[in-house]
């Protein structure tokens, strides 16, 4: 079955540190690729995404993510987090290409990212 | 603002109490939604695929007369948890794909606690 998984299930850094976040993901075919965060109490939200085009991807509050097709990764980086990152990441894919794609998102597992003042 | 509307945000009841929850697309129409849920300190997972105007596709171990859905218009779809047990309590969220080429629209989540 298709499967996303995160590496990292809780990261601790102190600020300023630089952050990276693993992501892989099984299938074969084409696929849509997302990070989400979440904020402590608060809802989802869109960090980036990845469709087509270039495969690195720039998104809010200053974090990327490369999508490497040959090694089915999508990690999500950002050079020095800050305090306020603290939250949980979700990265997640949708698969299929145009109007083949369901939209049913596939999470992974999440990461806890603790980042210390 | 909110594209997709979920209500309510809290609900805190009676095991054996059926519980309603609506998602609403707001100024766009949805052909399908999406339900998920979260445990504490996990991934969501989907539940199903709402269908306006059909049934909904339910995922693997998704108990479909425990979790109905009813997608009856092009705005919104409906979970009802029927009779709810404390193993239900979870946090469950709606979405609503974008349009091509856009992602998903989520709602702000329903948080339910089952006594």
């Known amino acids: 079955a298709q499967s996303v998984s995160q590496h990292n299930h809780h990261v601790i850094l102190s600020e300023a540190a630089s952050l990276e976040l693993g992501c892989n993901y099984s299938y074969g075919g084409t696929v849509n690729l997302f990070w989400y965060v979440q904020y402590p109490g608060q809802h989802l939200q869109l960090l980036l995404k990845y469709f087509s085009g270039d495969p690195l991807v720039k998104g809010i509050k200053g974090f990327e993510a490369e999508f490497i097709k040959s090694k089915f990764s999508f990690n999500l980086r950002k050079p020095s987090v800050q305090w306020s990152d603290t939250a949980e990441y979700f990265c997640?894919?949708?698969?299929?290409?145009?109007?083949?794609?369901?939209?049913?998102?596939?999470f992974g597992q999440g990461t806890t990212l603790q980042v210390k003042p | 603002g909110a594209v997709v509307s979920q209500h309510p945000s809290w609900v805190i009841c009676k095991s054996g109490t059926s519980v309603k929850i609506e998602c609403r697309s707001l100024?766009?129409?949805?052909?399908?939604m999406f339900w998920y849920r979260q445990f504490p300190k996990q991934s969501l997972m989907l539940m199903a695929t709402s269908n306006e105007g059909s049934k909904a596709t339910y995922e693997q171990g998704v108990e479909k007369d425990k979790f109905l859905i009813n997608h009856a218009s092009l705005t919104l779809s409906t979970l009802t948890v029927t009779s709810a047990h404390p193993e239900d309590s979870s946090f469950y969220i709606c979405?609503?794909?974008?349009?091509?080429?856009?992602?998903?629209?989520f709602g702000d989540g329903t948080r339910l606690s089952i006594l």
């Open positions: 979405s609503a794909p974008g349009q091509l080429g856009q992602p998903q629209h």
């Open positions: 997640a894919v949708t698969l299929g290409g145009g109007s083949s794609n369901t939209g049913k998102l596939i």
């Open positions: 100024d766009f129409q949805a052909t399908t």
